[in-house]
Every structure is written in structure tokens, then in C-alpha cells.
């Protein structure tokens, strides 16, 4: 262990404390992360030998392990899970995870004999208990999470550790440079990466990874929910208004919706009195003044209630999907639709005409454009989409996006969008295509991990 490890070592060990008190805090909203706590810690009070099935596995008899530690990466992880299992029909999968949405996420898809538990804080006790307990035949991290000693126990316990639809942005290099005593052999000691984007790769293999292959976004494999899609197109046509989405909306970018609809800086959205308003020292919104049907669907969940106090103190009537029960309330009754459910993000792009893309108005790196794209739903790009820049630009290429500079400009180009019909039918053919165009990176990654598997095999 060279002295940047032992210090990080050390570092982590003595934060466990601050940790507990930190899932004590989140469970509070979120209750899922009171859930099975002892496993952050390397602590797996059931026996799992017993679980193992009798019959023979394509993979060594041993778990396929894939960690994915939020949201996003495990729908991305479903994706490939999905090819992995037409590979290996067999395939026993241990399912990891760092945040309770993720889990609960997960969940839905796992099969008999499989497992899922949290991934473990990254102490090198932790670790090795975690490995000891699976005894994994191959790890696979999803996108960004590389842990020092995670990479480390792999080597030493002879479990190959790949990094899948990696993403790496110019931020990320930048921090790992800083203490490139430490991430230097924890990215060099993955035995494979696949790259999403030529520029990750790049990025990648400044640090020393084994980049083996770009293979693109497996968010792209990704086949919309029929019925979620269906349900949508069948309530967006009950309604008179375009219907415009704030889609996976972030910390402050509610705030700043509301201010620019305060501001006027959108003249479209507001009705004759908007003469009146503006001589009114009131920031409230007057009910049914928007010529939109909006929808706001916030990115976390434990931001439903905030999100919908925000709305109400502002003057607009609130309606939540919660509360529907045949259909959406009408422009009468609200002005914003609330998106407070989750796993539905096809039913609300199917409910949509255009979509602002959360996570870009904000400097936040923005949030998977790919799904609505799939859905047939044109996005509207803020500045800030550092964290899917190749997709974000070739998305605007391909006509399925269109970038802006603010919150102003970007809810008068999707309010024009949503309101021309010509101009909206072309937005969705070319998301469409956009979205089927680049398709292949999950059977690409699973022949992948087919071949480091194989490789492992040869050397033992």
C-alpha cells in the first residue's frame, strides 16, 4: 500500500461515524437508507451458500457482480443486465448500490438466486469482507465509481474489475490530477474500461485506465415501456394546451422557472393581464395565466413536497400525479402538473411535446437526454451539459435538441416548439432517429466482458 492509499485508508476509516450519522439524517426523508446499514460496512449477517443453485453456471458458478450507485447508472445497468442474461442464461447477479433510489430501483429486476446489497464504504476491512462473502467471478462498475481500494482488493483477491459506459469529463480529470498518487493506481489497476465518447477515452488513459474499446451510451439500448409511452400520448391528447416538461428538474431550477414566468421574460406564457402584473408589486403568478400546460417533474424524489410548497407560495394551483386517478387534471383546476412518482419518466416524456432538460440550467452537468429522445420527445438544452456533453451536441446535430443560453430563452424556444405543429412533428421524428441511431453498446459491452472473463479463465 503506497502512502496515498494509507493516508485515504485512515482517512475513511475514521469518517465511518460521520457516515452512520449521515444515512441517520438521509433515512429521514429517504427511509431506504436505514436499510440493512451493516452492509455499507463489509457486515452480511445471511449466509448466501445456501442460495447457491445446484445446477452448473456459465460463469464459473460465481456472481456477476455490477455496481451501480445511483439511479441513472442502474437503469443504464439494466440495460446490459438484460444482454448479459441472453449471454448467460445461468448468470447469477450481485447488484450493488451507494444511494436508496438506486436500490430501489434494482429491486424490480432482479431474478431468483440473485443478490443486492450496498457497496461497502471503501476501507480496506470493508472490502475484503465484501469479496471474501461473493467471491465474484467478474466486477463491473458503471460509469464513474472507482474506489482506491476497491480496485486494490480486486487485484489482490484475483477478481478482474472493469469500468462500463465510462464517462469522464474534463471536471473529473482535473480532480483526479490533483491527488494522482492516489487515483492513478485506481484507475491503472481496472483491468478493462469501454469508453462512451472518444473524449472519455482520452480522458481515461491520462490517468493510465486500460480503455479497450469506445462503444457508446448504453442509455441508447434503452426500449421505452410500451404501456408508460401509451398511457402518456392517450392523456396528452385530452389536453387543449402543448404540454411542456421540466424533466428531471434539479435544486433551483423550479426557482428559476418561476422567476422568469415573475419577470415576463417569456411574453408567450402570460395572457392579457399580463399589463396588469406588471404594475403589481406581487411576485405571484395569477392562476391559469399560462398558454402551456406545464409539467415539473423534479430529479429526487425527496424534493416532491418542497417542489409543490414552492408552486403554491408562487400562486399556481397544483395538481400531483399522485392524486390522478383516470386522467390529469385540467387547465381549469391546475396550472402545473407535478411529476411526484417515480419510474415513470416514460409516461411524462409520452405525456410531453417538448422537454426542458433538467440539470442544465443549473451549473449541474444535466441529466440523460437519451430516454426522451427514445420517446420521441424533442429537448430543450440548457448551458450546462458537461456531464452528456458528445450526446447533448450530437442530439442538436441530429435536430432532437435544441441548446440555449438561460431559463428565459429556453421556455420561449419550447413554448414556440410545443406550439408549432409542423416544426414539432419534425422534432420527433429526428429524436426518434436520433435515439435508434446509436443503439449496439450493450451487446458490444457484454461480448466484452465475455472476452475478460475468458482471458481470467486461461491464466488460472
Not at 437503469?75 to 446490459?80: N, T
Not at 489482490?156 to 482535473?174: D, H, Y
Not at 409520452?350 to 432538460?357: C, E, M, P, S, T
Not at 429537448?379 to 451536441?393: E, R
Amino acid at each position: 500500500m503506497n502512502a496515498a492509499r494509507a493516508l485515504y485508508s485512515l482517512f475513511t476509516w475514521c469518517a465511518q461515524p460521520l457516515l452512520r450519522r449521515k444515512l441517520r439524517r438521509r433515512a429521514v426523508a429517504e427511509p431506504g437508507y436505514a436499510v440493512a446499514v451493516g452492509e455499507r460496512f463489509g457486515r452480511y449477517p445471511q449466509p448466501i451458500d445456501s442460495l447457491m443453485p445446484h445446477s452448473s453456471m456459465n460463469v464459473m458458478g460465481r456472481f456477476v457482480w455490477i455496481h451501480a450507485v445511483s439511479l441513472g447508472e442502474t437503469r443504464a445497468a439494466a440495460i446490459l443486465v438484460a444482454a448479459l442474461r441472453a449471454q448467460w442464461p445461468d448468470m447469477r447477479l450481485l447488484l450493488t448500490h451507494g444511494t436508496a433510489t438506486g436500490r430501489a430501483e434494482g429491486e424490480k429486476w432482479l431474478l431468483p438466486g440473485d443478490m443486492q446489497v450496498w457497496l461497502p464504504w471503501d476501507t480496506p476491512g470493508a472490502v475484503a469482507r465484501f469479496l471474501r462473502k461473493f467471491k465474484p467471478a467478474i466486477g463491473v462498475l458503471m460509469e464513474t465509481e472507482v474506489w482506491p481500494n476497491l480496485v486494490a482488493g480486486c487485484r489482490k483477491q484475483g477478481v478482474p474489475l472493469v469500468l462500463a459506459n465510462a464517462r469522464f469529463n474534463e471536471k473529473s480529470l482535473r480532480k483526479a490530477q490533483r491527488v494522482a498518487a492516489l487515483a492513478r493506481p485506481a484507475y491503472s489497476g481496472l483491468s478493462a474500461a469501454w469508453a462512451q465518447t472518444e473524449e472519455d477515452a482520452i480522458r481515461l488513459r491520462a490517468l493510465g485506465t486500460n480503455v479497450r474499446g469506445v462503444f457508446g451510451n448504453l442509455k441508447f439500448d434503452v426500449v421505452p415501456d410500451a404501456s408508460q409511452l401509451a398511457q402518456g400520448r392517450a392523456w396528452r391528447a385530452t389536453s387543449a394546451r402543448p404540454v411542456v416538461l421540466l424533466a428531471s428538474s434539479r435544486e433551483g431550477e423550479e426557482t428559476l422557472w418561476l422567476d422568469v414566468l415573475k419577470q415576463k421574460q417569456a411574453p408567450a406564457l402570460v395572457h392579457k393581464a399580463q399589463a396588469a402584473i406588471n404594475n403589481e408589486a406581487s411576485a405571484t403568478i395569477p392562476p391559469a395565466s399560462a398558454e402551456v400546460q406545464w409539467l415539473i417533474v423534479p430529479r429526487h424524489p425527496q424534493r416532491f413536497d418542497e417542489v409543490a410548497e414552492l408552486l403554491a407560495r408562487a400562486g399556481l394551483r397544483v395538481s400531483r400525479r399522485s392524486q390522478w386517478h383516470s386522467a390529469p387534471a385540467t387547465p381549469e383546476d391546475a396550472d402545473v402538473w407535478l411529476g411526484d412518482s417515480l419510474g415513470e419518466m416514460v409516461l411524462y416524456y409520452g405525456l410531453a411535446d417538448v422537454a426542458l432538460l433538467g440539470g442544465s440550467f443549473a451549473p449541474l452537468g444535466g441529466q440523460n437526454l437519451i430516454e426522451a429522445a427514445a420517446c420521441g420527445c424533442p429537448v430543450v438544452l440548457g448551458p450546462h451539459t458537461f456531464n452528456f456533453a458528445q450526446a447533448a451536441d450530437a442530439a442538436c446535430s441530429a435536430g432532437a435538441a435544441q441548446r440555449v443560453a438561460d431559463m428565459a430563452q429556453g421556455l420561449r424556444v419550447a413554448c414556440e416548439w410545443a406550439g408549432n405543429p409542423q416544426r414539432l412533428a419534425l422534432g420527433r421524428a429526428q429524436a426518434l432517429q436520433f435515439a435508434q441511431a446509436h443503439r449496439g453498446a450493450a451487446e458490444r459491452t457484454a461480448h466484452a466482458l465475455a472476452d475478460v472473463l475468458a482471458a481470467t479463465r486461461t491464466r488460472e
